[in-house]
């Protein structure tokens, strides 16, 4: 299996930029999929973007253009660079892996990380 932690998360401005990441131990980063998605208080859950072993990308459509997802398999990390930041953005960040396809729901992953928090300011 794999563990994750997060890091990166902070306090920020409205139009500002963080950088989360994703640091994986365990058994082979390259061998998973990851995906980023996020908890605001009250709220479910939601998608944010996933990375497959390739390194194809999908983002939900309330980040795409201003989300960047990448990864570094050699490193064991997967980063999400997060720009142009909203106080919609404003939440609980998890990352989580899966052995599988990446996919949008929760569901779909194996294993998740504490979380990191993300809070927008106006």
């Known amino acids: 299996q794999v563990q994750l932690v997060e890091s990166g998360g902070g306090l920020v401005q409205v139009g500002g930029s963080l950088r989360l990441s994703c640091a994986a131990s365990?058994?082979?980063?390259?061998?998973?999929?990851i995906g980023w998605f996020r908890q605001a208080p009250g709220k479910e859950r939601e998608f944010v973007s996933a990375?497959?072993?390739?390194?194809?990308?999908l983002y939900a459509e309330s980040v795409e253009g201003r989300f960047t997802f990448s990864r570094d398999n050699a490193k064991n990390a997967a980063i999400l660079q997060m720009n142009s930041l909203k106080p919609e953005d404003t939440a609980v960040y998890y990352c989580?892996?899966?052995?599988?396809?990446?996919?949008?729901?929760?569901?779909?992953?194996?294993?998740w990380g504490q979380g990191t928090q993300v809070t927008v300011s106006s």
């Open positions: 990375i497959s072993r390739s390194g194809s990308t």
């Open positions: 365990g058994r082979t980063f390259s061998s998973y999929a």
């Open positions: 989580a892996a899966t052995t599988w396809a990446m996919v949008r729901r929760p569901s779909g992953y194996d294993y």
